[in-house]
């Protein structure tokens, strides 16, 4: 499912209250997560057809997004065995270091 992302800092949002405003923007999902190097970070999740609306709402709130990307998100995933998700892992490893990728997308679970 293709969907448009969005990665904030959290300092000075109130979650709730921000999830609340942004559902009338198309906002679907929200939560918290970390970049990779390890700091918090609040990700929005909405249709891509939706991405312009939601863009627009941050910035009338005055919220510059760390990010604002295009991603897959699957709707089924795979279970795999531990050896498989080694493999799989070793894999998009050697993906993400081909200069003509930009990035991987996946369905392990």
């Known amino acids: 499912k293709k969907m448009g992302v969005f990665k904030l800092k959290p300092e000075g949002i109130n979650i709730d209250d921000l999830?609340?405003?942004?559902?009338?923007?198309?906002?679907e999902e929200m939560g918290e997560s970390t970049d990779?190097?390890?700091?918090?970070?609040?990700v929005l999740r909405c249709a891509f057809t939706?991405?312009?609306k939601l863009q627009k709402a941050?910035?009338?709130?005055?919220?510059t997004p760390l990010s604002?990307?295009?991603?897959?998100i699957p709707t089924t995933t795979v279970p795999v065995t531990d050896e498989q998700a080694e493999?799989?892992?070793?894999?998009?490893?050697?993906?993400?270091?081909d200069d003509d990728v930009t990035k991987v997308f996946h369905n392990m679970g």
């Open 19 to 27: 999830e609340f405003d942004l559902i009338d923007f198309g906002l």
């Open 36 to 42: 990779d190097a390890g700091n918090p970070v609040v």
């Open 50 to 52: 939706d991405f312009g």
């Open 58 to 63: 941050l910035e009338d709130k005055h919220i």
């Open 68 to 72: 604002a990307e295009r991603e897959w």
């Open 87 to 97: 493999d799989i892992s070793r894999l998009i490893e050697r993906l993400e270091q």
